[in-house]
């Protein structure tokens, strides 16, 4: 398993800002990944996060907007840029090592 | 149609009773099954982790895969009060990218 820790837990910010979420966790692994679980709904993959290469983004989520940063095998950020309203969510890094664990999520919502 | 369907709920059931939870899928390609457990304002929690078809248990929780009719179960004995919660179903195809699709949750209420 994996203990996985997100700096801010939430936030509530203006419209038009950035927002970085920080994500740490207490084992080396290779593949990172950042979700968006909007209010009421299922987890959606932003993006998967790999050491020393750049993330992949999924369909619908582009890097301008989501820029990612993976400096080591243990911390990853998500930087949310130029927010609206829609995107009010909760945040989740996860890491896949035999099963693939969740951190507690940032909620974020703009105003 | 999506990859991943799963019964929203909620579903109510008396304190002891056996739950049952499923989910079905399109993609022939998933391999990886896992079962979530997420309480109001946490993160998800692995709770089950199987490869391929078969059965898993874990206590009171026990997790099968049919791949040949692309459907996936969870069963909860003796429910508790503190099993009330959303789970999800969430699978991944046999690359490494190990992504996961994610059913849409299903709310459980366990009544004392």
């Known amino acids: 398993s994996a203990v996985i820790s997100q700096k801010p837990s939430r936030d509530i910010c203006q419209r038009g800002t950035s927002l970085t979420i920080q994500c740490q966790v207490d084992?080396?692994?290779?593949?990172m990944f950042w979700y968006r679980q909007q209010p009421g709904q299922s987890l959606t993959l932003i993006a998967t996060a790999n050491q020393g290469s750049e993330a992949t983004y999924e369909s619908g989520f582009v890097i301008d907007k989501f820029p990612i940063s993976r400096p080591n095998l243990t911390f990853s950020t998500l930087t949310v840029s130029n927010m609206s309203p829609e995107d009010s969510s909760i945040y989740l890094c996860?890491?896949?090592?035999?099963?693939?664990?969740f951190g507690p999520g940032t909620r974020l919502t703009v105003t | 149609q999506k990859e991943v369907e799963q019964d929203p709920g909620p579903l109510s059931v008396p304190e002891g009773a056996i739950v049952s939870l499923n989910c079905t899928y399109s993609n022939s390609a998933f391999q990886y099954f896992m079962w979530y457990r997420q309480y109001s304002r946490k993160g998800p929690e692995l709770l089950m982790y199987t490869y391929s078809s078969g059965n898993k248990e874990d206590g009171r929780f026990t997790a099968q895969v049919d791949k040949s009719s692309k459907y996936i179960s969870l069963f909860i004995r003796d429910s508790q009060p503190s099993d009330s919660a959303t789970y999800l179903c969430?699978?991944?195809?046999?690359?490494?990218?190990?992504?996961?699709?994610f059913g849409s949750g299903t709310r459980l209420q366990v009544q004392p």
């Open positions: 084992s080396q692994v290779t593949m």
């Open positions: 969430a699978m991944s195809a046999n690359t490494g990218r190990r992504a996961l699709t």
């Open positions: 996860s890491v896949a090592t035999e099963g693939q664990y």
